[in-house]
């Protein structure tokens, strides 16, 4: 009950700063759809990993005396207002990108079927499924992804639909770990994806919306860059040393770990698999090209992803946003549905994980069991981008903002005050009716509250039918007759 | 991938209809917070509930061949682009309430310890809990409703912030019943709540907002009518027979079940609490009133029920909306925690369920361990308004909206097609870069969608730097310079 502090853009910065994920704890603490989560992962061993979960039990959110813990679930955050206006800043910029995209909105529960995540290839978010059984003996999960959601629906509207669609979603995506450290549990991810379009057209267009994005947040291309690459590049080198097509997702899954694990361990890894040591020095050079020519060299100019690959910079050039993305042979992106083009968004100065992420699954709707239809998409999460604005400096302050305030002076006229509030209101003006205060703290609530105006109902004017209208920016009064207040 | 049929209109109806709970079975699926949701609980034997498990754990997400369920999880909803755009109508709706009105808007996790909803009073709500143990022990819930998270927020933010806060929230409820029928699990709930107004006058603010929302969804008051009462009205009668307080929040749920179950049935229940028959007799002579004079006849008018409900309706003539609010003493609403004026919504023809309720609870906080602040709020959830709605004709028809649709005649043509598309877009136009379709399906499309312009990019045009613009509504066409489309 405290007064807030006098400054609100001060109050504002003040309440922000310790709630974002902006430290380095939180950093950590945050994750992205197709990124693969937890770099950390191997430093916390099975022990220290049961201890933390002990722990965890053990922070019980109804202590002896009834209290109940005010925070939210571990892993979990509450957006008080402050942070709600962030959330809603970012949310509108990602839906007016796709409104400038022509992609139609939809959404998914956040609570799916198990079996839409099943998958085998040892992906890292298929390990950290926030799932359980529900009353009915089913098994559910809070959604790691949007991507299974969007093929479901894609499917289930079969016919009725024309192709292609152009889909953007935003919603919030969940994963389990035992660890804890401010890891968090959930964040909110923009999806946007394409199903119908099997050229590399696609890819072009999605790159468009997230430079687009960018560029509405005020980020220069000097700050943030889009590796490109796709998996039929390792597709060819698998090819070149003649490896069964099944070991393919497996070594996507591997390879997409360079630079999290040594390059002895992935060599490790793919030899376990069943490569020969030849075939692994094989990929993991050409995985370490970072020039389409190079690549071309490799190769040859026969090759899928050479030609997918420079269609898709010639397109790049088109657009206008060439000297935002760069061929990276390394990019391989951690879910195992991927099938061509991929890519992600990066901070220039390393400092921060994939800001997004996505790429070409043409083969995802065959594992529910129907067609395949061609698709690609991305998903860009909410956290490691406000790292990154936050870092900038380019967090728009974002204060409340009220048209008017409405205060009776003296109790008898709270029926004339309220008579005033509504009738502003259905004139379309945002009215904070306020009663049982102090004068000087309704002035100190309209400065924080960025009020254009204070109506003050005093009984000497009331009388006459008049009211007292300040303006706060020019400190301007005056009397109105309260019929004719606008 | 059949085509559209080529009225947008009439596909969207045609889309809308099937999907929207608008059905008799639907209108038993949907449900709303404080409010007591299943009426119809008692038609359900344990026998017939356990068959209806039994055939939900058979039908489960996966069968014999990998073919995965497009459905989503039972009782949950998909929302395609329709009716998305059908739920950001009415959040916006929501939300521009929520500015007039001066309220700020704060979020939660879906996912709460299950401890914030842990109540002895035999509530349906927390019989429905859609709860389970995390992997790290934790007994957690998909949130039933909202306000127990308004009040843990109001806790943890604490003495940072200054009374009265004024907090919206939109945000999706889930509930656990092993029944079927299309019954739903979940659904989406505008909630607004004041913290620190211990007068009727808050109460009265949220009336205005609910009112507000009426006129904006084009509903009069000769349709939807609010129906209020107090709490302390029974406190009242409570006293009269000296009934212990312990008893009062047991007696409140009971009695919200008044026209669910039997009189017979209310009264048994009643009597099993430990109350004479006489007091039962009262409770139930006084809960049929209709009038306040006849209630301030009956409890005299020194009671606080009777100032309280006074000073709520004489707020009501000068908010301007006496015609939309009634007393009726037989509102209790189902929810233990309310403590003085409940209210509830509804249609006046009786077809639907209450559409919003709400209410006082000035000592929820000290449940929590807290200090109590009073507080009042309410729930108003996105299926019962959607009836009522369609049954007036007032679902607004919601077509795509795009500003330009630009189409490459030549494949080779697409680089200057996406140059196009992206400066358009930078411009601020919705654009649809189509392409690999025949000039037919591109002009049922831009029927479809509603497309402002057409721009075809062809080559004799284009060998002169041109394009070609057709006006969509007009049918003019004309060339223009590329580079001077705006």
Known sequence: MAAWSSSPSLRHLLLLRPRLPLGPTCLAGSFSRRHVHSRRRRLFSSASSSTLTHGDAASAHVDGDGVVDVNPPRGTR?????????????????????????????????LESEALFIRKAGEEITQQLYNF?????????????????????????????????????????????????????????????????????????????????????????SDVGIRVSSRKVLQAVLN??????????????????????????????????????????????????????????????????????????????????????????????GLAYYTGIVFEAFDREGKLRAICGG????????????????????????AVIVELLKEKGLLPDMPRQIDDIVFPLDEELEGPASSIASSLRKKGRAVDLVEDKRLKWVFKHAERINASRLILVGNSEWERGMVRVKILSTREEFEVKAGELE
Chains 1, 2 share one sequence.
């Open 240 to 333: 070149m040393y003649s490896i069964p097509e099944h070991l393919f997702t497996e070594v996507c899954v591997i390879v997409d770990k360079l630079g999290k694990l040594t390059r002895e361990e992935i060599e490790k890894e793919l030899m376990s698999t069943g490569l020969s040591s030849e075939a692994v020095q094989g990929i993991i050079e050409v995985l370490s090209l970072k020039s389409l020519s190079k690549l071309e060299e490799v190769l040859g100019s026969g090759v899928e992803a050479v030609a997918d690959l420079k269609k898709l910079f010639s397109f790049a050039e088109q657009y206008g946003y060439a000297d935002w993305i760069c061929f990276d042979a390394s990019v391989v992106r």
């Open 78 to 110: 509450d957006f008080p207002p402050e942070e709600m206006r962030l959330r809603t800043w970012l949310f509108d910029q990602f839906r007016e990108v796709s409104r400038l995209m022509a992609f139609e909105e939809v959404d998914f529960p956040v």
């Open 133 to 221: 059984e529900d009353k009915g003996g089913r098994r559910v999960v809070l959604r790691p992804e949007i991507t299974p959601s969007l093929a479901r629906l894609v499917i289930k509207q079969g016919k009725s639909v024309s192709l292609p669609l152009k889909w953007f979603t935003i919603g919030q995506c969940w994963r389990y770990e035992r660890m804890t450290r401010g890891r968090r549990r959930e964040h909110y991810q923009w999806n946007m994806d394409i199903f119908g379009v099997p050229k590399v057209q696609a890819e072009a267009e999605l790159l468009q919306a997230i430079v687009l994005l960018f560029q509405r947040l005020g980020i220069p291309s």
């Open 359 to 382: 790429g070409r699954y043409d083969r995802l709707l065959s594992t529910f069991g129907s067609e395949d239809i061609p698709a690609c998409g991305f998903g860009f999460g909410d």
